[in-house]
């Protein structure tokens, strides 16, 4: 069954804030092979995933969007930065579906997430494409 297309500009509530600190960058680095050199450093530009996909929780899991994990493909990921993530952010990120078609039997959605400092003020827009295959 096809996602509604009602979903196409919909903006999910964002989830609690997220602390960045040194141990979670380090961890993220090490689990993806990227560099870290430590404290006082920008963390790997793929790290705001982890704060996006916190995001993304929301639009998967309400059901009534009627998404089902187990067959979505990731398809596309890209970052627009303001400035690096650093530990010591607390970092804000709300999820709206900028888009939703049908191409033989799955949903295209693309996403954007837009990720905040404490202060408001704009870090990085985390965009996504998830493709939710169709029922076989």
Same mark, same amino acid.
């Given at each position: =069954?096809?996602?509604?297309?009602? &979903?196409?500009?919909? $903006?999910?509530?964002?989830?609690?804030?997220?602390?960045? *600190?040194?141990?979670?960058?380090?961890?993220?680095?090490?689990?993806?092979? *990227?560099?870290? /050199?430590?404290?006082?450093?920008?963390?790997?530009?793929?790290?705001?995933?982890?704060?996006?996909?916190?995001? =993304?929780?929301?639009? &998967?899991?309400?059901? $009534?969007? !009627?998404?089902?994990?187990?067959?979505?493909?990731?398809?596309? @990921?890209?970052?627009?930065? *303001?400035?690096?993530?650093?530990?010591?952010?607390?970092?804000?990120? =709300? &999820?709206?579906? /900028? +888009?939703?078609? @049908?191409?033989?039997? +799955? /949903?295209?959605?693309? $996403? *954007?997430?837009?990720?905040? /400092?404490?202060? !408001?003020?704009?870090?990085?827009?985390?965009? =996504?494409? &998830?493709?939710?295959? !169709?029922? +076989?």
């Amino acid at each position: =069954m096809a996602v509604d297309g009602a &979903l196409a500009g919909r $903006t999910f509530p964002a989830p609690a804030p997220y602390a960045v *600190s040194d141990e979670r960058v380090a961890e993220f680095a090490a689990a993806t092979g *990227s560099r870290y /050199d430590g404290p006082g450093t920008p963390a790997p530009t793929t790290f705001p995933i982890v704060v996006a996909f916190k995001a =993304m929780d929301a639009l &998967l899991e309400d059901p $009534t969007v !009627g998404i089902a994990l187990h067959r979505v493909v990731h398809g596309e @990921q890209r970052f627009r930065y *303001s400035r690096p993530v650093v530990a010591g952010d607390v970092l804000t990120a =709300m &999820l709206t579906v /900028d +888009s939703l078609r @049908q191409i033989a039997g +799955s /949903d295209i959605i693309g $996403t *954007s997430t837009e990720i905040v /400092d404490a202060s !408001g003020a704009h870090v990085v827009t985390a965009t =996504m494409t &998830l493709v939710h295959r !169709g029922e +076989s």
